[in-house]
Each structure stands twice: as C-alpha cells, then as structure tokens.
C-alpha cells in the first residue's frame, strides 16, 4: 500500500522566487507503475535533518507528456518546502510513492466545459487537468479563476499563457491579485462576487460539467457555498484542501480505556493495543507498521482504511462522502477508536 521507488530528478525549474517544479526520471520498467490520472497526487519521502519526512504534492504535469513533475511552494518554517526549493538539484534522488488521490478529471474524450477556483499553490492539480480537457476534445473548454498575491509569485504563470496562446478561443483565465493592481485582473481575493461575475455574468451562457476548487479551505468553502446558492448540483463540486483549519479534537475528552486493534496491511496482519485518546494511525505508526501516510492532518486520502470489525469516529473529515463513511471506510489519522476491539484494513479501499 505504502510502496515507494527511487526516482532520479530530471529537471528543477525555478516557478517564482518562492516555489520549484521538479520533474522525475521514470525508468523504463515503471512508466506504466507510475501511470496516473489528471489531478492525482505523489507522496515524496527523505529523510532531513536525521528525521524521516513525507509530504503530498499534486502533479502538474499532464499524462500525455509522459513526465512526472509537481510544484512545490516553500512555506514559512517548512521543512520539506524549503528544502526542495533551496537543497534539492538534477541528479538527486527522492523515495516517490505511486500516484492517489481522488480530485481527479477522468477523461472519456466527450466535450466537456469546465471551470476551476485555484489559489497559490493550488493551481498544480489544475495545470493536469486543463491541459487534458483541452487536447482531449477540441470543443471542450476551460475557465480558470487564478488567486495569488502579485504575478511574480504566480506559479506556472507562463504554462497558463502558453495554454491561452495555443487554445485561445477554449481556454479562458480570470485573474486576481491581493497585493497588485494589474491590467485584466481583478484586484483582491476569490469571494463570492468573484463567483457571481465569472458563472453567472461572463460565462452565462456556459454550461458547466464540473467546477474544480483547489487551495485554502477558506476560499474552498466560499466558493462552494456560492456556486450552490446559484444553484449548481453539489455532485458537480470537486475540491481539494491543500491546507485544512485545525480542528479541536473534543472526541478524545470523553474516551477512556483502550482498544484490541488488528490492522491488515499489504497481506499482513499486526495486533496492537492502544489508548483510545489517541489517534489509530498515530498507534499504528508508534508500532513501526508500515501503513500508508503522507499528510497527517486529513487533507490527503493516503491513510483511508476499511473498518472490518468495531467502530471508529472522526476527529474531522473532508475527503469520504457520507456512502463511503456507511461502507467502513476511515481516515485513520483523524479516527478515534469507540469499542474494544477494532479492525481496520488498509489493502481494502
């Protein structure tokens, strides 16, 4: 489940001051193990400083370009951010887990319009995804609402261009910027208005297949919020939090006592016993099991498990539908256990 390959860096491309694009050598005989959909992720694992550190980065790069690269913004007092933007160099080699996750554009070759929220960093999934709607059916479209501070801190700045240049008359871009006053653009952050003025004024007369929103869980949440007041089908919103608010965990308060867990992971089965306060990936992880992780704050679908016995709460959840949560499944770094004994199994999902 949690299978990661050396990969050899292609290429590192400067995007802004701040943020990298690196590109990964795929070897003959994983071209197809690495194979992936548009807007799927990568877990990159090295070890820095002494400790080993995982972290979930989109990828930018679309399938029919046979390349593997994604977009890194470094973060203030980041570790693994700052270290691929200021360490990282062609030649290194980083321990790369296969392609997830579920924000995911699948292509059937029909016509398609759609339209994308994007901000900072949460443009690299779009990138994906915009460049195969666009080759994928030469009467699709795409509408990308772009957020960022000021233009030199604009990742892919000239990838969009380069898209506008080639699909002009298909592929629209509606800028903002908090801090810049720039011509076309609009000033200030993705709100409601922002909403309002691209779906229901400039693009009236479209009629959206999907919206993609990807970025703060803040702009997220306004975004859906307007979109569903316009009155845009829910099954039509497709999001992925690149950062998530922290939640208090009130679950654990009322827990006492501890739990039998078994946990079935890549045919294997392992028995620990843990204190429900804590969390069952933080229990599992502490008894060296190589279960699947990337994030460890909810934001990734890398921990997901089935329940097979027992039940387990979520400290928070913005990634399974109610249906998958009724069918077993968990995050278990946000899962508490509730009963005795628990089994959770990681190869069923």
Known sequence: MSEFHALKISAVDSLTPNAVALTFEIPENLKETFSFVPGQYITLKHTINGEEV???????????????????????????????????????????????????????????????????????????????????????????????????????????????????????????????????????????????????????????????????????????????????EEQKILFELFTSSSEEDTIADDLEGKTKVEVIVDDEAFSLVMDKKQLVLDAVLKEDINAPYSCQGGVCSSCIARIKEGKAEMVKNQILTDGEIAEGLILTCQAHPLTPTLTVDYDDV
């Not at 200021?86 to 790369?96: P, R, S």
């Not at 509408?143 to 990838?159: A, D, I, R």
């Not at 779906?199 to 929103?213: E, P, Q």
């Open 54 to 232: 995982r972290r979930a980065y989109s990828i930018s790069s679309a399938p029919s370009s046979e390349k593997l690269t994604v977009g890194i913004k470094k973060m203030p007092n980041g570790t693994f951010s700052v270290f691929a933007n200021e360490q990282l160099q062609t030649g290194d080699t980083l321990e790369v887990m296969l392609p997830e996750g579920r924000f995911v554009f699948n292509n059937d070759s029909t016509p398609k319009n759609i339209a994308a929220f994007a901000a900072g960093s949460g443009i690299t999934p779009i990138m994906s995804i915009a460049q195969t709607v666009l080759e994928s059916n030469p009467e699709s479209t795409f509408v990308l609402v772009f957020g960022n501070q000021t233009p030199s801190e604009t990742m892919y700045l000239k990838e969009i261009q380069d898209l506008h240049d080639k699909y002009t008359n298909r592929f629209f871009v509606q800028r903002l910027y908090s801090r810049s006053q720039e011509e076309g653009a609009l000033f200030g952050r993705i709100e409601t208005s922002t909403v309002n003025y691209v779906v229901k004024n400039k693009f009236k007369d479209t009629s959206f297949d999907a919206f993609y929103l990807c970025g703060p869980e803040e702009m997220i949440e306004t975004v859906k919020d307007s979109l569903k007041k316009i009155g845009v």
